[in-house]
C-alpha cells in the first residue's frame, strides 16, 4: 500500500461515524477499495462509490453502501 491516495465527497454517509469524505488511491481501478477518511473503515468498492455519485443521495446508493459495508467485514 503506498499513500497515494485522494479524498472524495460520497453522498451517503459513512456508516460508522456519518462522515461523507471518503479516501481512495489514485489509481481509481473498479476494485479499488474505499475508505472513510475521518475513521478508515471500508466502505464500498471504487465502482461502487462512481454509482453512488451518479445516482446521488438516495435509498438505493443507501442500499449499496449499506450490502458493500457489510461484505468488506468478512
Ligand atoms: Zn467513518
Not at 465502482?47 to 458493500?68: D, F, K, N, R, W
Request: glycine share 6%; charged share 20%; with cysteine.
Amino acid at each position: 500500500m503506498s499513500g497515494l491516495s485522494e479524498n472524495f465527497r460520497l453522498p451517503v454517509a459513512c456508516p460508522s461515524c456519518g462522515s461523507h469524505l471518503m479516501r481512495v488511491s489514485q489509481v481509481k481501478n473498479p476494485d479499488d477499495k474505499v475508505f472513510c477518511a475521518s475513521c478508515s473503515r471500508f466502505v464500498c468498492l471504487y465502482h461502487e462509490a462512481c454509482t453512488v455519485l451518479e445516482q446521488g443521495p438516495c435509498s438505493e446508493s443507501e442500499a449499496l453502501i449499506e450490502q458493500a459495508v457489510n461484505r468488506g467485514d468478512r
